[in-house]
């Protein structure tokens, strides 16, 4: 069973800098893209940031600029460093990988992480 699980959150005033980490376990074979939602109250979730295997990444037009997502294949972690950060940016952030697993090489699917809490206050 694959399990992620996100750090790093916490409370920060606005113009300060977080950064949040994503730590896949388990069977894990290979794990194409990854990357962060958040989800905001009253809002759709959104998506952040992504990176693919090959480190190409997109951002949401909300971010670019300010945050910056990275990834370290040899201990299954994906991170996302935010800097200049605004209250609007206060959400539950969530991780997702798309992992595939050693006893079926072949089938990625979606992994997601329980949430860490960022709050920016003014």
């Known amino acids: 069973q694959v399990q992620l699980v996100e750090s790093g959150g916490g409370l920060v005033q606005a113009g300060g800098s977080l950064r949040v980490s994503c730590v896949a376990s388990g069977s894990i074979f290979s794990i194409n893209d990854m990357g962060w939602y958040r989800q905001a109250p009253g809002k759709q979730r959104e998506l952040v940031a992504r990176?693919?295997?090959?480190?190409?990444?997109n951002y949401a037009d909300s971010v670019k600029g300010r945050f910056a997502i990275s990834r370290d294949n040899a201990k299954n972690t994906v991170y996302l460093q935010m800097n200049s950060l605004k209250p609007e940016d206060t959400a539950v952030y969530f991780c997702y990988m798309e992992v595939a697993t050693r006893t079926s090489t072949w089938l990625f699917r979606e992994r997601w992480g329980q949430g860490t809490q960022v709050t920016v206050s003014s």
């Open positions: 990176i693919t295997s090959v480190d190409t990444t």
